[in-house]
């Protein structure tokens, strides 16, 4: 309903010195990652070599219980995976980690993010004969890396080579028999921490999942790293390392969880700043900020400290609707977005209210919010987003609606603001989005506000990029068996 | 984990004079009320004088499904309920709306809070042969009721006779085959409101229930009025009304949504202003002031308007940690309150902190919460209540503690400060938690606190009141499946 | 699909003298006792006079798994029960065994058979204040065994009054916190047996649940005896006993299992001699004897035998068709009827078959069943029905349609034959249906064939019996959730 | 259990000329089919060449239900399979069909059957740099198909070089966006039969599965032929067709279901001729013949015949004992054979008994099961086998367990007798067996007796071709969640 960007994934290892329940750490890991995908999730264990692994559509309250995680038993080393598709096919194959059995050794692999190349690299690989059971990127990966390690001495120096062929974001997590690898593009666009608990590793894509084990933080991973976890240690290869990060910065505004430290910002003070930085923008004269719950609130208490303005609560998140809540019928629609969110009248009542968002994709949703703010009661509505406009397509692994879709593509401000209802609208510019984190040494990825990445993307559209490649004949697709009608995670 | 008090319960009815769908209705009421009662709903239809009706253990989303909303078809009335067993047990036989066939007419029952004289009624019952196969006040009401109607002219009049017989605190709801009739006991321990939609009539617990289905809230149920809807519309019979309200001043507290409005009072704003008793109170010298997530962050904001001192977001909870949640086990659990409560460090390093929570019940989990922040750097760590210490058993409807437990039993406000580890600790005083709701013409029930009820209770410990009056021999209990280990939702 | 007649139940018992799992042994004796009752089960246990219990809607291996069997714990003693309603409804208020708290003592209470006087029960204990949650007999005799116990010294006195009361069929098992007792209506229609293993007790419907768990077969509990289980032994009451038996006939032609063993006889070679008897009424020239099966195969091999025609197979079950199966829908059913049975062309292309099945309902099946042999190739089919003509309702705990159903209560034998299209239809006499058995010390209840019972019965069509009597007003059901569409078990 | 031999697969595939709902034939066929595989089963549908599926573990009636099959929707053609894992790794990623996504156009493939040169298949394709998700012949299948196909001019043809290259025993469904194709290994080890419903074509394992959907028999598919089914109607291939067939007389004696027609030949005669031969060859002077249900019955009733010993029914099989059943523990074992097969000791006691089973594996189960009928006061246990010793491993799919198991290996036919209990013992002889069906034209596979197989078997114990070819690392495996401790089929 709320018509949210989406990130597509959330990766974590561990390579365990010490005694500890890998798949327990991997299954806490995940629950403090689940934000960042909650169509299905797994675990693989490596133990004496062997790999063994769990995974299924569904949150990861849903896809393991005592007996599931029992079963996958203790191990030397654990990967963890949970997704969001990013073209909403709820299709098990596609689920990871992805395992595959070889000749030269099984692995287990976990990636987060997106290829830009995926089509040309898949329509090689099925031209020399390879064959595709899922439409994700992972599986492209596995050929490659596959391929670049029959001719390899080792899987990091495969991993390297496959780094010269791949194009895109990734953080990809890989489990031989005997290390734990990760690496992240040169680009450094999704976030990728290493901590340390005892004299064990962790690799997580947000801190929040090593602070949950009770892991300390020991640094990011560099942008176009690769870091060999085995026996002999911690291990860094630099070759690929870039010299620039071009984070994605809606992991700032929106994606990752506030408690997560990035490239040494914390994301909560990031977001309060971005709220700080809206007031200076597009002040108003009003007499209470709320935000929109859960990701708006940060951004409305920096706001309502620059401005003086009272910070309030004007409206209540029903905790308990979730995926399997049924949507009540069309003429009902209107009115039932009360269910999943009711107005405060007693904090809006006779109000000018500012209301902060983090992002207006389609623009319906801020629609019907600002009508129920205007039904309790508020006098004015003043809309702050703290991210620029959404205008053009993500090709780095988040859900991103059709350009056709983006109102922003298709309407001035203004427009907008009408659309919406509001008595003004002010987003925050492209220039002081990229200061919400007060790390300095950190670039940003600020493409899908301008439509400049950092590196060449496809042509056409980015609906294009959803689709898998087509040959001369149709696709082919297994949907599998989803016990809930609507996915929608409110 | 975080040993709250829990509500026992809410209710839910409507009296269709329009078209819509009573069930469709009760469901979205019934996620309203979730907060009142996860252990098990049901709803109840009455279609042309027939009941039907579905209810299990498990949330409103787990109970029902489209097919199983659907299967229970068009009414005329629905009533819903959703329980929190006041003991604990987890049996479907206790899950409510009861539904009674009988000669005389079919009917179903829907009760929020909890009798002081059940003891006494189901030894007589019993001994007059009646059989009884759960153990909640439900069933002795039900009997009750049926007795007086055989010798009644009407439902309304077997009620009236009913409430000379009962004793505590209720709000019931009692559908017969042609009307909806709602009772409050005369001390109104418990909310109820009448709502409107269309000409068609709602009652609910309280009006988040009846603003997610877009009703208009008309007033509430006076306390000792017995509410009959039927075809001639909504006739109100005043006989046991009293003069005084005695609400539980806990509703405001935390057992309540902060969208509801109780007697007039707006639950959010009560709230806010037990954060600013609190800071007039026990005023300190702070640098951040934060709240325990959900429920202490009205009044950490309250505290913040009146101290002065900058309002933080200090801990951030986990929203996907429910019900099959997997507990860590011993070893890993002081860690673990982590996965469910992360502290933010960026907020609290280096601060002295106020931390405002509603109550403290054994102590345990203030304990990790203080030590999850000082972990994060915290200088200093002030602890201050929203309410009173809380001392007293509960003979009302709420899911209490034996006063063994409670750590304010046995010790001073001093000694618990050391115990759980803060610098100081203020709870607010039993005077000012009267006030903290605007509306005077309401008088409060704070036994909780003082040991002083507004009427008489049972001799001896609460504990004995949960169990089911034993006679010579030992007790039955049915135990259901339950699918999850851990019933505890954060 | 097969429109035959079900029992409504079977009930088990066992007092643990040795250290025997008795939930295990009711959990294997409820698996032998399946056929018996396929939509509900339950069982309940006694430790140290604590009753607990798992009951629920579906087949033993549905409602019990090894944590619900485990969670149940050791006991002294247990009750089981599995049932199927003789009115369709999927009640969960229904299932058994049924559990009573009270201030005299808990007990459990698992009934198989049905009253005659339940309507004139159940109105006098609802004039005098009882409430029903349920449909079933069960909550009616307990209401008046709850009674007849507060003026007793003992629950076996009480249970003899009881006996004074009510009218039917019943085989009764009550665990009281000492002790656990048996009971059989004088009539003695349902069978009832005692086995012991080791020091234990145990009793059965069917001595094929004694053998299931090892047990010896003791004897059966006489009509209109209490059998009184404790620590002092077991002790028999005889003052209801009456000197004959009136063993439901369909016992032995259907319900019971094969392996059972019925007042000394067999119920296999039973099902044998029916099928000689046939030959011997009905003979027939024809090539092959064929049963439908599992029910028709005895008799088809007595047939055989007796007749000297060729027993053959020519109708095979797909032993996977069961309640989960999808019907096709209208236009595919008549096709669809092979997917459940399909003939065996080779044992029928060119031959004169005898058709052997044990009753013909509605005579629906039976059509089918003909012509997928007809359409085999079979030049000729001959039917024989096990049993006399079914023409009169059923009072004594089986699924019986309406007598405007039953194809027999319209049409002669002539026209039965035509409408089924068999060339020839013979049914088994009333007389020798009484000789099938080979005990003649045990005489039958044959009412559904003459409509003469061997005691009094409702007046008024069998339908009345099925519904609960009803008042003033409508009546009140609660609908639980059933898994599937489709309960037939094939 | 019952330590039967288990066939691997059973495939079905519609060809839709009429307006069938494709889904729904599948469903009904894989139920006719079920007895082939029990593990895992699918279905995929092609619309307008797009391919969609689904298949999981589990029974047709647990992976199906009325909302999946729905879901799947209307199509042109569909393939669907049922799967017993040879290796008994329940794992979801060897489930079938398998579908592939390609530039050149997607496929589905089902197969049934086994390869002898899986391992230098695979392991030739791993080190071109083919990944492997799971561990079936099928994905070998599938790489080498589309690696053909990359070079050919259709799928047929492709197929056709296919075949020039995998060894063993296969029966190909394989579905193109326009095709349906059927490829039978030029051995014909496995059955596969063509039938026809109104203009639409079906192919399937059994013939029951054509019969179930009402479909006409008519032919069975040439062993080597391909059979293509389009637009243009059905086209054979008989490039690779062989002159005689070498099916596996297992099918006859057990595997395939009593109502099929193989080869010309009906299952339920050929094991009753099985019968008639083991009365001739092992002639003894007994009082009853019985067969151990299921399987062994038909070969009972032909002995019977031939030895004028009459046919009894001796042992009674639980039907609702399936894959959750909870077994008992140790200490009760050896009872609890009871619970799944009980003796009926009127057939039983004082007679000299002829027990008839199709096969001994480790003899274990006829030693429990001798032990029953003597317990029930068999004088004596005379025991024929419906086929010879059972003593090499079946490398052509069926689930065989090692050599060193296998009574036969080890013992002579007196020893066997004497461990399992029985006063005497006989097989079937391999010349006998291969007379039980009616169809001069075929020939049969017998190595599981001899040792002798119609191909080149790979070297060593069969043990290793349930394993997945291994290299210089370990292998990797996924475990799904199984919900069934006990997966074993009575």
């Known amino acids: 309903m709320f018509n949210k960007l989406n990130e597509e994934c959330g990766v974590f290892g561990v390579y365990n010195n010490d005694d500890h329940d890998v798949a327990g750490l991997s299954y806490y890991a995940l629950y403090a990652l689940q934000h960042r995908g909650q ?73 987060n993010g997106n290829l830009t190349n995926t089509g040309e690299l898949r329509r090689e690989l099925e031209l020399g004969g390879a064959i595709f059971q899922g439409t994700s990127d992972t599986e492209v990966i596995a050929y490659i890396l596959t391929k670049q390690r029959l001719s390899s001495n080792s899987i990091e120096e495969a991993i390297s080579k496959t780094m010269n062929i791949i194009k895109g974001a990734y953080c990809l997590l890989v489990m ?43 640094r990011d991973v560099l942008p176009g790293e690769i870091v060999v976890i085995d026996e002999t240690g911690l291990k860094s290869i630099t070759t690929h390392v870039s010299n620039k990060c071009h984070l994605c910065v809606f992991e700032f505004v929106y994606f990752a969880r506030p408690d997560s430290v990035i490239e040494g910002s914390c994301v909560q003070t990031a977001r309060q700043r971005a709220g700080t930085y809206l007031a200076l923008e597009h002040p108003v004269q009003a007499d209470v900020v709320i935000g929109v719950p859960d990701s708006g609130l940060d951004a409305a208490l920096g706001f309502s400290k620059q401005s003086g303005i009272p910070y309030g609560v004007g409206l209540l998140k029903n905790k308990y609707v979730g995926r399997t809540f049924i949507q009540p019928d069309q003429i009902q629609r209107e009115k039932a977005v009360r269910i999943k969110l009711n107005p405060i009248a007693s904090a809006l009542k006779d109000k000018r209210v500012v209301l902060i968002d983090d992002s207006i ?10 009508q129920l ?47 919406i209802g509001v008595d003004s609208l002010g987003y925050l510019s492209v220039q002081d989005v990229k200061k919400i984190a007060t790390n300095s040494a950190c670039d940003y990825c600020v493409g899908c506000f301008t439509g400049e990445y950092p590196m060449e993307v496809p042509k056409g559209s980015q609906k294009h990029i959803c689709e898998i490649p087509l040959g001369a004949e149709k696709t082919a697709e297994y949907e599998y068996d989803m016990e809930v009608e609507d996915n929608e995670e409110f």
Request: hydrophobic letters at 35%; charged letters at 20%.
């Open 39 to 111: 169509e299905s999730c797994g675990i693989a264990i490596n133990r004496d070599g062997i790999i063994r692994g769990h995974k299924n559509l569904g949150l990861v309250n849903e896809v393991f219980d005592q007996k599931t995680l029992k079963s996958l038993g203790q191990g030397k080393m654990a990967i963890g995976h949970c997704r969001y598709a990013t073209c909403g096919q709820g299709m098990i194959s596609n689920a990871q980690p992805l395992m595959i059995n070889h000749l030269k050794g099984s692995m287990a692999i976990a990636h």
């Open 176 to 218: 031989s028999p005997k290390k734990l690898i990760a690496a992240r593009d040169p680009y450094g666009i999704r976030p990728l921490s290493i901590g340390k608990l005892g004299d064990s590793y962790m690799i997580a894509s947000e801190t929040c999942a090593l602070e949950s084990n009770g892991a300390t933080f020991v």
């Open 361 to 370: 994709v389609r623009g319906t949703t801020s629609k019907r919010i600002v």
């Open 373 to 419: 703010i205007r039904d309790a009661g508020a006098k004015e509505v003043h809309m702050r987003i703290s991210a620029p406009p959404f205008k053009y397509p993500c090709y780095f692994g988040t859900d991103v609606d059709t350009q056709e879709n983006l109102i922003a593509w298709h309407m001035s401000i203004e427009e907008i603001a009408k659309e």
